[in-house]
């Protein structure tokens, strides 16, 4: 980064999440390329959950912040603001709620000493905070917004050429299972997977926003392969409806070669990418269709 006409080397960063793995991911293995794992720090900017929250999400952020600290207010049961710099509250998961004017402040005051501050953000709900630093600390952050930011790009979509030098397109997500994590998830998951008979199927089901149809033809694709896989393991996101993973879980759940995890206990995906000898995904995420590319192994 150049501040002052001088150059000077990134030696850490703030990823700016949004609670979602499809997001966050690309954010931290980004970092993780560049080899500034250890010298990470995680902050995410969260909307409101539950009630009528739900039918919010097309607000603005900020705005939906107030909408809800209103109703809880009429409701009788409102809240300290959770979401101001005086307050900034940790979140459940111990990660602390983004707050830009801290952040861009730290980056000034650390400057001299740490030199410039990298911050990656991907998401929507991530624009305006991540946005809100570099407009604040301008000669002290470098900031990288991942996924199309839907501002200041025109009618941009996916173009074959990139629109600027500060725009770059990938083939695919970025994510985190570099040769590295993999070898790492192989091992840790050893005990549990390698001894499974082979070949090892492992079926992803995204958002499925497709519906119960894709549900179904799931099924029947399962059906038809299922002779020929030694093992099968099931993971849902966690936003895969209801009515899918009560479809897929009524039809295997009994069946021996079928492992279905139901999100307790460690996440297998790693595992699951790292051991699988083939993957079928849902072609809703990008991501987990990249990470399996990764692999090398076959995929439908």
């Known amino acids: 980064m150049v501040q002052g006409g001088t150059q000077r080397a990134i030696r850490r960063a703030i990823v700016i999440g949004n609670g979602f793995a499809g997001a966050e991911n690309q954010s ?8 500034l794992s250890d010298r990470q720090s995680l902050y995410r900017v969260t909307r409101p959950r539950g009630g009528i929250n739900k039918w919010l999400p097309w607000l603005p952020l900020s705005l939906h912040k107030k909408v809800d600290y209103v109703i809880s207010g009429i409701k009788g049961n409102r809240k300290v603001m959770p979401f101001s710099a005086e307050n900034n509250i940790g979140l459940s998961s ?63 979509i996916t173009p074959r050429e990139p629109p600027g030098r500060n725009v770059v397109l990938t083939i695919g997500a970025l994510h985190q299972a570099d040769s590295a994590a993999l070898r790492s998830a192989a091992s840790a998951w050893h005990t549990e997977l390698a001894p499974l008979p082979k070949p090892l199927l492992v079926v992803n089901i995204g958002n499925c926003s497709y519906g119960v149809d ?37 039809e295997f759940r009994n069946n021996p070669k079928v492992y279905i995890w ?32 990764s692999t090398g192994n076959l995929f439908m």
């Open 94 to 156: 111990g990660i602390v709620e983004a707050d830009a004017k801290q952040i861009a402040k730290m980056a000034r005051q650390t400057f001299d000493k740490d030199g410039p501050l990298l911050v990656v953000a991907s998401g929507r709900d991530t624009i305006p905070v991540a946005s809100a630093i570099k407009r604040l600390a301008p000669e002290n952050v470098f900031l990288v917004q991942i996924q199309h930011p839907r501002s200041h790009l025109n009618r941009w």
């Open 262 to 293: 139901d999100g307790e206990g460690r996440n297998p995906h790693m595992g699951h990418l790292a051991l699988a000898d083939d993957f079928i995904i849902t072609a809703d995420s990008v991501s987990m269709l990249s990470e399996a590319c």
């Open 28 to 35: 931290i293995g980004l970092v993780r390329a560049l080899g």
């Open 214 to 250: 894709l549900g179904k033809q799931l099924v029947a694709m399962l059906r038809n392969v299922l002779w020929s896989c030694g093992s099968v393991r099931i993971s849902f996101s966690r936003r895969t409806p209801e009515k899918v993973s009560k479809l897929l879980i009524k």
